[in-house]
């Protein structure tokens, strides 16, 4: 079975620019989560989805970010207007269960911005 | 609000016995975690607890307390290729808002 697919896997873009991050779930999981992995902040849930509804945006640092999964098996980040500090390895991963006991992580979308 | 407490960094050698500490706050627990992260990897699930008690999966164990809000992640036998960062992990009321700590850096030596 085909895990968490994330995309793009690497992107660098200049400050400003728009960047968005594309997301296929597990087939069957309903629980999506978006996370930004620093090495000074660590492991930040920012955004998490049951059946495709937004639960909790509250980790999603500023209005610059947004996230949307029109459908069970898609889901994006976006952040417009990128800036350096923006800058992390973002995470999306699934769980097939409400308790989110399990969660697969894709392998990251690693973004650079200069 | 929710908060983890891992030691940033352990140090063992191969063979030996290693147990990883996690201390947690949570207004409504649903579980605790543990995932592991290879350097340029992605966190890859481990063990779960959800009531009292150890779980044993192969060279790894978890244990919970929940009147003390603890945890911890027991490896034996350890390997080299056991080096890597270990994450305790909380799910929050309703289990959505799983929330992970700073993560133990492993480190097995020769």
């Known amino acids: 079975d085909a895990g968490v697919i994330q995309s793009p896997r690497h992107e660098v873009t200049e400050m400003g620019q728009e960047v968005t991050l594309r997301c296929k779930p597990i087939?069957?999981?309903?629980?999506l989560f978006w996370y930004r992995q620093t090495m000074m902040r660590g492991l930040e849930l920012l955004i998490y989805?049951?059946?495709?509804?937004?639960?909790?945006d509250s980790g999603m640092p500023e209005d610059r970010f947004s996230a949307k999964m029109p459908n069970a098996s898609f889901s994006t980040l976006k952040i417009q207007p990128s800036e350096p500090r923006d800058s992390a390895v973002y995470f999306c991963?699934?769980?097939?269960?409400?308790?989110?006991?399990?969660?697969?992580f894709g392998e990251g979308s690693w973004l650079t911005v200069v | 609000g929710q908060s983890l407490e891992q030691p940033s960094e352990v140090t063992a050698v191969e063979g030996a016995i290693v147990q990883i500490n996690c201390t947690y706050q949570?207004?409504?627990?649903?579980?605790l975690s543990w995932y592991q992260q290879h350097d340029g990897g992605a966190p890859t699930f481990l063990s779960y607890?959800?009531?009292?008690g150890l779980e044993e999966t192969g060279r790894f164990s978890s244990f919970l307390s929940r009147s003390d809000s603890y945890g911890y992640l027991l490896l034996q036998e350890l390997q080299m290729k056991d080096s890597a960062s270990y994450f305790c992990?909380?799910?929050?009321?309703?289990?959505?808002?799983?929330?992970f700590g700073a993560g133990t850096r492993l480190f097995v030596k020769a």
């Open positions: 992990a909380v799910g929050g009321t309703g289990g959505f808002k799983t929330i």
């Open positions: 991963a699934s769980s097939p269960r409400t308790g989110a006991d399990t969660i697969y």
């Open positions: 087939s069957g999981h309903n629980s």
């Open positions: 989805f049951n059946n495709n509804v937004p639960i909790d």
């Open positions: 949570t207004s409504g627990f649903y579980g």
């Open positions: 607890n959800a009531l009292d």
